[in-house]
């Protein structure tokens, strides 16, 4: 899928077409973190503009490609204000970054939130991505691995001089 301020567009791998292009629940929202697991897109926004001021948010939401519905979830437990990432792994999803070292797994089958082990640095504009059961996230200046089994982030390199814009895949 490919997610603008205000209409996300879903593309078939399988059929290799585009389907349905879809409004995003929150006219207002500027910014969010997006994912998508077991045929739902989730939606964690990061911020928003009340026409004075940004606004930091907890929403969360889900979007069933199949019935085609947007649904509001239970609340994230932290606000994280800057940009974080919303990653999938093993039917969880996971809120990392913002400026918190905190981490939060959402569980779709109960709809609660809860705390994981937290990360040894903030990152905050970092990226993020799964490889191997694992989830790798990039900072500025330390890249992490997140085991999920052990509820442990290892710490890789410390002092990294990383470019702007780095993407991890």
């Known amino acids: 899928f490919v997610a603008e301020c205000d209409m996300i567009n879903i593309y078939d791998c399988e059929t290799n077409t585009w389907l ?3 409004n995003h629940p929150v006219s207002d929202l500027k910014i969010f973190a997006i994912a998508c697991l077991n045929n739902f ?3 964690a926004d990061y911020f928003f503009y009340n026409g004075e001021d940004n606004i930091s948010s907890r929403k969360f939401k889900s979007y069933s490609i199949e019935a085609k ?11 994280r204000i800057g940009m974080f990432k919303l990653i999938a792994l093993n039917n969880y999803l996971y809120i990392i970054g913002g400026d918190t070292k905190t981490v939060e797994r959402y ?14 640095t903030i990152h905050s504009f970092s990226e993020a991505t799964v490889h191997n059961g694992q989830i790798f996230v990039l900072s500025e200046t330390l890249l992490e691995i997140y085991d999920p ?4 982030w290892f710490p890789i390199k410390d002092n990294l001089i990383v470019p702007m814009f780095v993407r991890l895949i």
């Not at 709809?111 to 937290?118: H, L, P």
């Not at 089994?149 to 442990?152: D, S, T, V």
């Open 41 to 43: 897109i989730y939606i």
């Open 107 to 120: 569980d779709p089958e109960k709809n609660i939130w809860e705390f994981v082990s937290s990360t040894h």
């Open 20 to 22: 349905d292009r879809i």
């Open 69 to 79: 519905q947007w649904t509001s979830l239970k609340l994230m437990n932290e606000v």
């Open 149 to 152: 089994q052990k509820n442990f």
